[in-house]
């Protein structure tokens, strides 16, 4: 199983460029979640999916956030226009229900200059 | 919505010390505390978990308690070892709302 796999690792964009963050979550998982850690808020819950479909997306900051996810095995976080407050590890976590432990990714690690 | 307070934010114990890790939580309805566990540039890892109907739980150095009553839970790590240096955070969920709040990390620094 080679686990909850996130790219890019890293990511440096202008202002106002859009980001994509792609997430492929582990085969059998049914429940997929965004997190945002920064050093000031800690880890976030921005958005989670339940069977591909949006459960709760209250943490998404503004519209400029938006996610999707197609199908079982990928989702997307997507920033348009990116903004430097933006800047932050971005993980992506899926697991196979409540009350079962999640699997994180390694993160993507956002700058926005 | 739940709200998953944590202490210490750092920790620095002598190698072979035990190191103890304190959560309260808001939400009475919540019935799953997981620890995780974070190294430098990686993601957080699952170390254990309590849910509700259980009080404690071990798992050879690492051992989780409950108190319901109480909302709190707390990690106790035993004979700790460097490598047991790392971010740990606390979290919890209900039925309700699946997904996780986490509590706000402790440094844990292990001295040989």
């Known amino acids: 199983d080679a686990g909850v796999i996130q790219s890019p690792r890293h990511e440096v964009t202008e202002m106002g460029q859009e980001v994509t963050l792609r997430c492929k979550p582990i085969?059998?998982?049914?429940?997929l979640f965004w997190y945002r850690q920064t050093m000031m808020r800690g880890l976030e819950l921005l958005i989670y999916f339940n069977n591909n479909v949006p459960i709760d997306d209250s943490g998404m900051p503004e519209d400029r956030f938006s996610a999707k996810m197609p199908n079982a095995s990928f989702s997307t976080l997507k920033i348009q226009p990116s903004e430097p407050r933006d800047s932050a590890v971005y993980f992506c976590?899926?697991?196979?229900?409540?009350?079962?432990?999640?699997?994180f990714g390694s993160g993507t690690r956002l700058t926005v200059v | 919505g739940e709200n998953v307070e944590q202490h210490p934010s750092t920790l620095s114990v002598q190698e072979g010390d035990s190191a103890v890790i304190k959560c309260t939580y808001s939400?009475?309805?919540?019935?799953?505390f997981p620890w995780y566990k974070q190294e430098l540039g990686k993601g957080p890892q699952l170390i254990i978990d309590i849910r509700s109907n259980v009080g404690e739980k071990k798992d050879q150095r690492i051992a989780v308690t409950l108190n319901k009553t109480a909302k709190h839970f707390s990690l106790h790590i035993t004979e700790t070892q460097p490598e047991d240096s790392a971010v740990y955070f606390c979290?919890?969920?209900?039925?309700?709302?699946?997904?996780?709040?986490f509590g706000s990390g402790t440094r844990l620094q292990v001295q040989p």
């Open positions: 979290a919890a969920s209900s039925t309700g709302r699946r997904a996780l709040t």
């Open positions: 939400d009475s309805a919540s019935n799953y």
């Open positions: 085969s059998g998982h049914n429940s």
């Open positions: 976590a899926s697991t196979r229900g409540q009350n079962y432990g999640y699997t």
